[in-house]
């Protein structure tokens, strides 16, 4: 009789997240992420390759597998909890290391990565199993896992809650309590009352990236005023409009779309990774964006759109790029390279923040500065985050009232955060668990 948690990504660094929960003789993966930084440093890009995993470990651009030691062999399902690269992005590459395990996720998550797959033509032969948020499946005769609605920056992020025999181990990693998401469904917070009256939650692994942060994190509904604001409230007259989002915020894309169709602009995606999430989320009959928007994900193609629009005159349209973090191979970084002939007051929005590592702030210095020599307007930070601030992460605790909880998503300092939010809250210093990579604690005992 014991339960295990092992941190093996996520807990020294914002990424690349991966925590391994043992029961017993049985191993479940929560996530298998990147490492952004990390990753565009080695590619110039965040968009996943077909690169060796021997070189993505080397490079610390993946989790480091060899810290699940013994418990390779007992691994039975790999469970990502949305469709976020720092979550997913290590699957295609690395799951295959596990035979026998099935990946159970939800159907955007499994869109996504199934396209993933095929674009890169990465070999892959573990399953790919969908789960709707509010179900269930058995993953033997002892684990039940439960997907638990969540908002987060992405469609149909899910709460983890693995039921074994000796109680229930939750995973909020990322997450946070939007009340008026503007795709989607809202959290479920009557189950999670459930599990906290019900008193056998041991454990509550979550993120705590923003837990220094003291405030509500504000609504997708908030960003979506911030858009209407910029795209409707700011003379464009005779200007190109381009706009750049993270590809996997649906609910961002939408409101664009709603107010690029107020503008009566043609609206065009550029950027292979906006592709892959738009059809995606259309696979599932999510949205359905593809009746609005013209989709130029090759950048073969892309010249060639770009050439149209300054034919057809560029104030005729609203283009949605790759490139917010600055990334050097991105449609945006390429545009101020030459492949767009920016002119003095076209418009460039960047509806997202700055990912805070040393390459993302460097790659949006440089990119931005070619910006400025263009004289562009720039718009910066028309974005509210996907994650929970410190009174989000306050409610949940309280409605889940888990007996242990295990600081994720984070360094040292933002994790030492959510220890003295628990503390505050009332938790005791010996159940609170602050890891690093590689380290592991028993719940139960044997």
Partial sequence: MVIEIKSIGGYNEVGKNMTAIRIDDDVILCDMGIHLENYIALTQDDDIANIPLNTLIEKQAVPNISDLGDWKDKVRAIIPTHAHLDHIGAIPVMAGIFKNAPIICTPF????????????????????????ANSAIKINEYITIEFI?????????????????????CYANDFKLDNYPIVGTKVNTKRLKQLGKNGNVLCLIMDSLYASTFKKMPSESVAREMLKDVLLGTNSD?????????????????????????????????????????????????????????????????????????????????????????????????????????????????????????TNIRNRQILEAKLKQKNVRIFTDIHVSGHAAREDQRDLIEMIKPKHIVPAHADMEKMSNLMELAMDIGYEENKIHILKNGKKFKLTEE
């Fill in 238 to 358: 005779g200007k190109a409009i381009i706009v750049t989002t993270f590809s996997s915020q649906i609910a961002r894309l939408k409101s664009i779309i709603d107010f690029g169709k107020r503008m009566n602009r043609k609206i065009v995606f550029m950027g292979r990774s906006l592709a892959r999430y738009v059809y995606a989320a259309e696979e599932i009959g999510l949205v359905k964006f593809t009746d609005d928007i013209e989709l130029v994900p090759y950048a073969s193609k892309v010249k060639v759109k770009f050439n149209k629009i300054i034919k057809e005159g560029r104030e005729k349209y609203l283009i949605v790029v790759t490139g917010h973090q600055g990334e050097p191979k991105s449609v945006l970084s390429r545009m101020c390279e030459g492949l767009f002939e920016f002119q003095n007051g076209d418009h460039v929005i960047f509806s997202t923040s700055i990912i805070p590592s040393p």
């Fill in 149 to 169: 609605s969540i908002t987060h920056s992405t469609p149909q992020t899910i709460i983890i809650a693995i039921h074994t025999p000796y109680g229930k181990v």
């Fill in 109 to 132: 998550t499994g869109a996504v990565l199934r396209r993933i797959i095929e674009d890169t033509k990465i070999p892959f032969n573990n399953p790919i199993k969908v789960l709707n």
